[in-house]
Nanobody, 115 residues
Framework: QVQLVESGGGLVQAGGSLRLSCTAS????????MGWYRQAPGKQRELVAA???????NYGDSVKGRFTISRDNAKNTVYLQMNSLEPEDTAVYYC?????????WGQGTQVTVSS
């Protein structure tokens, strides 16, 4: 089992920045990929960014060049640095961990970008 706890969401003006954090606990050694997804009202959950245990990254098209995913292995924490935020980035952001057998999800953190 893996437990994920997110923090760092909030309200920001367009053009601003936020950093989300997600700390994993439990069987963290089994995690292959950690990432962030988001879900806006009335829309499907979509990939924002992912980071493999080998260091490879993958970003959603809408956030490329603005968002950066990184990790601190010593703290079992993955970060999402979000710059140049747009109102369209408003959503609940979920941390995700995949072990190769099961996906795990955090409780979600709200990000609201005002115009």
């Amino acid at each position: 089992q893996v437990q994920l706890v997110e923090s760092g969401g909030g309200l920001v003006q367009a053009g601003g920045s936020l950093r989300l954090s997600c700390t994993a606990s439990g069987n963290t050694f089994s995690i292959n990929v950690m990432g962030w997804y988001r879900q806006a009202p009335g829309k499907q959950r979509e990939l924002v960014a992912a980071l493999t245990s080998g260091g490879r990254t993958n970003y959603g098209d809408s956030v490329k060049g603005r968002f950066t995913i990184s990790r601190d292995n010593a703290k079992n924490t993955v970060y999402l640095q979000m710059n140049s935020l747009e109102p369209e980035d408003t959503a609940v952001y979920y941390c995700n961990a995949y072990t190769g057998h099961s996906p795990y999800w955090g409780q979600g953190t709200q990000v609201t970008v005002s115009s």
